[in-house]
């Protein structure tokens, strides 16, 4: 089929073989690319009882129709069983990867099994070759890439693991690009447990279209108008940072361990200090014009010297007002050890401001803290536990496996503040003032994060009156984050492109006749699958639930001051999108909604959840690696 490289390739890790499979055509016609070749391959192929961290396990890397084409913005889904949750998930990551992927001739990667020592994997246009990795094993992300990249003369795009991976923290990252992630669910333990310390392509293959005039021609025009666009342009100017200051406004930034949403010090940390004071120029990931991407330089101070692509949004929330951090040159400083360390930033984020809430209230104390003051704001302590949770020493140990395992290992209540849902960590907002995104991070099938739901300014008491039509706009809007994960484009791209223009670009790359709804209706349907899987493996509708501290405790602070969710609202909407979605009571999809989102295969697995009780979903306890092999030794 044109449009596709035609090409899943399985790396057999303890074999040390490989083998490329063809793309089936109902694959590319029903789940077109990324994350929709990710859903349908594991829902395939993952053995139910696979421990996360262990060799059945499948680490898969996925391309989208677009990605390393002229369509700005390539990103690449990378998916597996999540050592977080225990269930589906995947995360994506811009750079140059997915296309130095494709280039090398594959749609798909699959990391199978283990290997017995450290490797890294170089996948070219010619095949699969295993290098010895054991002098990088320790080593950050930032020496590994560069010493990769240096022995292949240059030639090379890299995906690596850092420490955090190495020591199999549920909250490791992979990194590229030296400052690019795919950050969220623990795929970076994946790759640990699998003693894969990289992987990296190179390849000089095309991408064949099926009607390449009318592909250029289109790429041409979306180019132009986000060259254009006039809030594109301020993207370009601050990056995502451009958010700080209105969610601060409206009250949806995270503050002290998301007790409130308003910061009183957010003009020392916001996109117009960074702008100011440390951002040295623009960058973007593959074919982007719009370049929201940043490199910084802390100039002054004590972090002076340190080197970053960013700061982002989520990292000023997370690393920044959430941990009490207003000082930019330490929220950098922090960005650069969770980059190194290969830390999800998003959950270690999370992860400082529980430890520091716990040490508030005296659940941890400075003995059991190793001695460290980790009250929120003090700059000394917060940097030096980052470098604990990144080696696993300590009291890191307590807190590399996320809040989830750090709350129930604490014990003292310690649960009432794990700001997380399904044991992914809370991403950058404060949400009792918008019953949406409450809703909308505790049906996301991967846990609490904006990326399948987005919408933190709607808050309940001023649109009392629309609450019924709040489900269905959940549902619309989980389809349209979601498309751009299945057709390999970046998301922030798409907020000012119509969805029929890239339709248009993936009927002239495919000769598929795709329209808008055929790209959403394969959202829906990727989203249903995932749906179904995760319920087999455990993730039922209890798992569908909020951080307690949302029904508990009021804000006390800011533009949301005395607001809560209601329990009953919370229930009503949350079962109010089951029914808008097409599923049952439970959350389970019906026969009728499979079979009108071509899904008519999965209805057996349907109605065998429907038959049996839910069950737990699986995680492994922590300290171990599955198979006996401890994680100090990895």
């Known amino acids: 089929m044109h449009g596709y ?52 396990n499948p680490l898969i890397l996925s391309a989208g129709p677009l990605t390393g084409t002229a369509a700005p913005g390539s990103k690449l889904s990378v998916a597996g069983r999540s050592p977080a949750t225990g269930g589906y ?23 199978e099994g283990w290997s017995d020592t450290p490797v890294y994997v170089l996948v070219t246009d010619e095949g699969v070759e295993f290098h010895d990795a054991a002098e990088m094993w320790g080593k950050g992300t930032f020496d590994t890439e560069r010493a990769i990249i240096e022995r292949h003369a240059g030639e090379v ?49 095309s991408i064949r279209m099926a009607d390449p005039a009318a592909f250029r021609e289109t790429a041409r025009r979306l180019v132009a108008h986000i060259v254009a666009h006039p809030v594109a342009r301020q993207w370009t100017t601050f990056g995502t940072a451009l958010h700080v200051d209105h969610s601060n406004e409206v009250g949806c930034l995270p503050t002290r361990n998301h007790a409130a949403g308003w910061f009183e010090r957010v003009a020392a940390i916001d ?76 959950s270690l984020g999370n992860v400082c401001a529980f430890a520091m809430e716990s040490f508030q209230k005296g659940v941890l104390t400075p003995a059991t803290a190793d001695g460290l003051d980790l009250r929120f704001g003090d700059e000394k302590a917060f940097l030096a536990l980052i470098e604990k949770i990144g080696r696993r020493e300590g009291i890191g140990d307590l807190l590399a496996d996320g809040v989830r395992e750090a709350a129930a290992r604490l014990g003292g209540g310690a649960e009432d503040w794990a700001m997380h849902t399904k044991g992914l960590e809370q991403s950058g907002y404060e949400t009792r003032g918008a019953i949406g995104q409450v809703v909308g991070y505790a049906i996301n099938d991967r846990g609490a994060d904006h990326n399948r739901f987005w919408n933190p300014i709607w808050f309940e008491p001023d649109h009392a009156d629309k609450l019924d039509d709040l489900p269905e706009m959940i549902r619309i ?27 248009e670009m993936i009927s002239a790359a495919t000769g598929m006749k795709v329209d808008e709804q055929a790209i959403l209706d394969c959202a829906e349907r990727v ?48 079962d109010g999108f089951y029914r808008a979605s097409g599923w049952d009571a439970d959350g389970i999809p019906t026969d009728e909604g499979l079979r009108r989102l071509d899904l008519a295969d999965a209805i057996p697995a349907a109605k065998a959840l429907r038959d049996r009780p839910p069950r737990r979903s699986i995680v492994p306890p922590s300290g171990r690696r599955s198979g006996g092999r401890d994680r100090k030794e990895s």
């Open 89 to 111: 998930a995947d995360s994506h990551v811009g750079g140059h990867i997915g296309p130095a992927m494709r280039y090398a001739g594959h749609d798909v990667v699959i990391l």
């Open 527 to 574: 989203f249903n699958l995932t749906r179904l899987l995760n319920y087999e493996l455990g993730l039922s509708k209890e798992s569908d639930e909020p951080p307690p501290r949302v029904f508990k405790e009021k804000v006390e602070v800011g533009p949301t001051k005395g607001r809560s969710i209601d329990r009953a609202t919370f229930e009503k909407v949350r």
């Open 477 to 503: 809007t989980q389809c349209r984050r979601s498309a751009p994960d299945i057709m390999g484009m970046c998301r922030f791209i798409t907020y000012y492109i119509p969805m029929e223009r890239y339709a």
């Open 5 to 56: 490289m035609n090409s899943i390739l399985r790396i057999d890790l303890a074999r040390r073989k490989w083998a490329p499979e063809p793309v089936p055509d109902d694959l590319a016609r029903r789940f077109m690319g990324g994350r929709g070749f990710n859903a349908k391959l594991l829902w395939d192929r993952l053995p139910r009882d696979a421990d996360a961290l262990g060799p059945n």
């Open 271 to 346: 996109g117009q200090r960074m702008v100011n004071d440390i951002v040295v120029r623009n960058k973007g990931c593959f074919g982007c014009t719009m370049l929201c991407g940043k490199y910084s330089v802390v100039g002054s101070g004590p972090y002076a010297g340190t080197k970053i692509d960013g700061p982002e949004y989520e990292i000023i929330a997370l690393l920044g007002s959430n941990c009490g951090m207003d000082n930019l040159g330490v929220v950098a400083r922090a960005n650069y050890l969770a980059d190194d360390l290969g830390l999800d930033a998003i």
């Open 157 to 205: 795009h890299v995906l690596a693991i850092g420490p955090a991976g190495e020591k199999l923290s549920r909250i490791a990252c992979l990194s590229h690009d030296f400052g690019r992630q795919a950050g969220r669910c623990g795929f970076g333990a994946v790759m640990g447990s699998k003693k894969v310390k990289a992987i990296a392509f190179r390849g000089g293959r």
